[in-house]
C-alpha cells in the first residue's frame, strides 16, 4: 500500500497516511501538482507558514525501468508566485520509491527562526513502515555543500541526500533543492523556481535517506511491465542522440551550443543577440576534447542517477588532471557563457561549481549576472568578478542577496529594462524571437519561462518527430502538444531526455504507457497521454488564476518586441491571440 | 565555380581531422551545386547528416549553394 508521509515542520511530528483513493494513478509532477492544488492557499505568502513543499517520485520510479530515477519538487514558488514543479535525477528517488512512499509533503513552520533540521528517514523493518527522526542540522548550516555532503555520507553510510544550501537557508528567491548524484556530489537540482528558500522557510536543511530493507515498488503486471520495459529500452539503446556513445553520451548536452549558435538562436550577452563570437570555445565538443587533452584519454559520460541508459552528466577537468566540477550541461554553461560573453569552459566551470556549492539554479544565476553585466556593475566577459560576485551571494552580503533573489529582482534594482523573464522566471538558452515555439511555450507555461515544460526544440531545431521552420509562427497547436506530453513524462518518472527516442519511434512511447499499466494496473492507452498532461495543467493553471494570475501573465517581456536580434534581425511577432489559443482554442 | 564555407561538427568532424571546433573551411563546387552535393564531395554518409544550416537558416539537401554560403553541417544531436 503506498503512503503518503506529512511532516509537520511546526513541531517536528510526522504522520504516515494511506494514499488516498483520488492520489492513485498520480505520481511525480501530477501527484506534487495536484497537492499544491488541493491543499496550498494560493494567496498564502510563498515562504510562510501555510505553503508546503511536496517531493514525489515519479509512477515508474524504483522500478528497473530505464532512465526513470526522478523526483518531482512541487510548492508555490517565490520567484514566480504562481505554482511550482522542478524535478531531478538522483538515487534519492527511486530510494523513496522503494519504501513505497509516494509523496512527502513538508508543511508548517517551527517558531525558533535560524534554527535547521534534518529528516533521518529509515525504513523500520519490523514494523514494515518508514520512520522518521528529526535531528538538529545547525553544524552544517553556512556552509559548502561539497563540504557537508562528505559529512553526511561518512555520518550515515550508504544514503541519499535531498536539502538546500545557502541559497536556501538565506531564502532566495533564485534557491534550488539539491540532491546527491551517482558518486555523492551534490549536484543534481530540482533547481528552478526558488524551491530551496521553501525548505529553507520550514527549518528543513536535509532530508537523510536510508531505504536498506524497504520493500521496492509493487507491480500490479509484471509482464506488461517488463514488455513495456523493453520498448522503451530498445527504442534508448537504437536511437542516435540516446544510445551509448551517441551524441549526448559523447558530448553531453553542450552538444547544442553549436548548432543553437548555427541556428542564430543562441542568446548572447543578455539575449542581445542570437550568435556568440566563442560559442565553439564552450561547446560540448570542447568539453569532450578538452578533457581528452588534460586527461590523455577520450572519456564519456555517465549516469546522473541510477539505471540511466542515455548518460548524459559529465564532468570537466582541470589542467592538471584533478575534477573541477560535474556537471557541466548546456543551460549552465550557455547562462554562464555567451548568455555573459565569457568564452572559457574553465569559467563557467567554476561558477557552476560555486552554483553546486551554495544551492543555486545555474539558469537563472547566469541570467542574472548577465543583467549585473549590462548594468555595467561588471563587464560583459569579465569572469574573475563575476566568480568574485558569486561568493558574495555565497556570503549573503547585500549585494549578493540582491543577485540571489533573481533576474527579475536584480533587473529592477540595477534599472535594466531588457530582462528576459516571463513571470518572474528567466528564460535558459533558446532565443524565442529566432525560434518561435518555444517562446510560446515560456509565455504559456503554467512555471514561467522553462524550455522542460514543452521541449518544441525537437522538431523546430533538432528535426526530431519532424522538422519545422524555426521562423513559423502559427505554433499554439504544436506548444499545447508538448506541454501536454510533457506534464506526463513528468509524471512517469522517467526523464525528459527518452522524448528524443519515443518521439521519433512509436513502440518506446507505447512502451512507457505500458510500464505505466504495469505498475498501477491501469489500461491506459496513448490516447490517455494528452488526457493525463491535460488535467495536471488544469490543476496548474487554475491554482496560478487563484493566485491572481491571468492570460496578461502569459506575454514576453516588451523589448522582445521592439528590439530586433541578430543575425535574423526577428523581434518577438507572435499575436496575444495566438498565445491565448495554446490553452484556449 | 563557387567556393562555399563548411563547418563540421560533433562527430562529423572526423572526416575532417586537424581542424579546430567551428572551424570553416573552403570548399570548390561546380554552380548550380545543392547541399547534397557538398556532403558527397566531402564523402559524409548521409544517414549521418542530420541537420544543415546555409548562412544561419536550416536547409534541405536540395537546396542550392550560391558563392561565399556559411554552411554548419550537424549529425543527430540532442540535449537541453
Known amino acids: ?106 508543511e508548517g513552520q517551527p517558531e525558533e527562526k535560524d534554527e535547521f533540521w534534518m529528516v533521518y528517514l529509515t525504513w523500520d523493518g519490523e514494523a514494515g513502515r518508514p520512520k522518521v527522526e528529526f535531528l538538529p542540522a545547525d553544524k552544517y548550516v553556512g556552509k559548502n555543500l561539497y563540504k557537508v555532503f562528505p559529512k553526511l555520507l561518512k555520518r550515515f553510510g550508504q544514503v541519499n541526500i535531498a536539502g538546500i544550501g545557502v541559497a536556501g537557508e538565506n531564502l532566495y528567491n533564485n534557491s534550488g533543492v539539491v540532491f546527491d548524484d551517482i558518486q555523492g556530489r551534490p549536484s543534481r537540482y530540482a533547481g528552478r523556481g526558488g524551491l530551496g528558500a521553501v525548505m529553507g522557510s520550514k527549518g528543513l536543511k536535509f532530508i537523510v535517506l536510508d531505504a536498506k530493507g524497504a520493500p521496492g515498488v509493487e507491480l500490479a503486471n509484471k509482464e506488461l511491465f517488463n514488455q513495456g520495459r523493453k520498448k522503451l529500452t530498445e527504442a534508448l539503446m537504437q536511437h542516435d542522440i540516446t544510445k551509448p556513445k551517441g551524441a549526448l553520451n559523447s558530448y553531453g548536452t553542450a552538444v547544442l551550443i553549436n548548432i543553437l549558435n548555427e541556428a542564430g538562436g543562441l542568446p548572447t550577452r543578455n539575449f542581445s543577440s542570437g550568435r556568440f563570437e566563442g560559442a565553439a570555445k564552450i561547446a560540448g565538443e570542447a568539453v569532450f576534447e578538452g578533457n581528452k587533452e588534460r586527461l590523455g584519454k577520450e572519456l564519456y559520460n555517465h549516469a546522473c542517477s541510477p539505471g540511466c541508459i542515455i548518460q548524459c552528466s559529465n564532468t570537466w577537468y582541470n589542467p592538471d588532471g584533478t575534477e573541477l566540477v560535474s556537471c557541466q550541461e548546456y543551460e549552465s ?253 | 565555380m563557387i567556393t562555399v564555407h563548411a563547418k563540421l561538427f560533433a562527430t562529423l568532424r572526423q572526416y575532417r581531422p586537424g581542424l579546430s571546433i567551428g572551424e570553416a573551411f573552403p570548399v570548390e563546387l561546380p554552380d548550380g551545386a545543392t547541399v547534397g552535393d557538398l556532403v558527397r564531395q566531402l564523402g559524409l554518409p548521409e544517414d549521418q547528416v542530420k541537420l544543415v544550416f546555409v548562412n544561419a537558416l536550416f536547409r534541405g539537401l536540395d537546396h542550392p549553394l550560391a558563392d561565399g554560403d556559411e554552411v554548419g553541417i550537424f549529425p543527430p544531436v540532442g540535449g537541453g
Open chain 1, 1 to 106: 500500500m503506498a503512503t503518503i508521509l506529512r511532516i509537520n515542520m511546526a513541531d517536528r511530528t510526522y504522520t504516515l497516511e494511506d494514499l488516498p483513493e483520488k492520489y492513485k494513478y498520480l505520481a511525480g509532477r501530477g501527484l506534487t501538482s495536484t497537492i499544491v492544488h488541493d491543499e496550498v492557499d494560493p494567496l498564502c505568502h510563498p515562504l510562510g507558514p501555510n505553503n508546503k513543499l511536496i517531493l514525489s517520485p515519479g509512477i515508474v520510479t524504483g522500478t528497473s525501468a530505464p532512465t526513470s530515477a526522478r523526483i518531482s519538487v512541487g510548492a508555490k514558488s517565490p520567484l514566480t508566485g504562481g505554482i511550482k514543479e522542478a524535478n531531478s535525477g538522483s538515487g534519492f528517488p527511486p530510494s523513496l520509491a522503494k519504501m513505497g512512499i509516494r509523496a512527502i509533503i513538508v
Open chain 1, 333 to 585: 554553461i550557455w547562462a554562464f557563457g555567451a548568455n555573459c560573453g565569457i568564452d572559457s569552459l574553465d569559467a563557467t566551470g567554476e561558477l557552476i561549481r560555486l552554483c553546486n556549492a551554495y544551492g543555486l539554479d545555474t539558469i537563472e544565476m547566469g541570467t542574472t549576472m548577465a543583467v549585473a553585466m549590462e548594468s555595467g556593475l561588471l563587464e560583459f566577459g569579465d569572469a574573475d568578478t563575476a566568480i568574485a560576485l558569486m561568493r558574495e551571494v555565497g556570503k549573503g552580503t547585500p549585494v549578493g542577496r540582491i543577485l540571489g533573489a533573481g533576474t527579475a529582482t536584480t533587473a529592477k534594482v540595477l534599472g535594466v529594462t531588457r530582462a528576459p523573464v516571463v513571470k518572474g522566471q528567466a528564460m535558459p538558452a533558446y532565443e524565442p524571437r529566432a525560434v518561435k515555439g518555444i517562446g510560446m511555450v515560456y509565455a504559456t507555461s503554467t512555471m514561467g519561462a522553462d524550455h522542460t515544460s514543452g521541449y518544441t526544440i525537437c522538431p523546430e531545431i533538432l528535426g526530431v518527430s519532424g522538422k519545422v521552420d524555426q521562423f513559423d509562427r502559427d505554433k499554439a497547436a504544436l506548444a499545447r502538444g508538448f506541454l501536454e506530453a510533457t506534464a506526463f513524462i513528468d509524471s512517469s518518472g522517467h526523464c525528459l531526455f527518452i522524448a528524443f527516442a519515443i518521439l521519433d519511434i512509436a513502440s518506446g512511447f507505447e512502451g512507457v504507457v505500458e510500464e505505466c499499466n504495469g505498475v498501477l494496473g491501469t489500461n491506459w492507452t496513448m490516447d490517455d497521454v494528452g488526457r493525463i498532461g491535460k488535467e495536471v495543467l488544469a490543476k496548474e493553471r487554475a491554482f496560478n488564476l487563484a493566485a491572481g494570475m491571468s492570460n496578461k501573465d502569459d506575454r514576453m517581456p516588451e523589448f522582445m518586441k521592439i528590439e530586433t536580434l541578430p543575425p535574423h534581425n526577428v523581434t518577438w511577432d507572435i499575436p496575444d491571440e495566438t498565445l491565448d489559443a495554446v490553452f484556449g482554442g
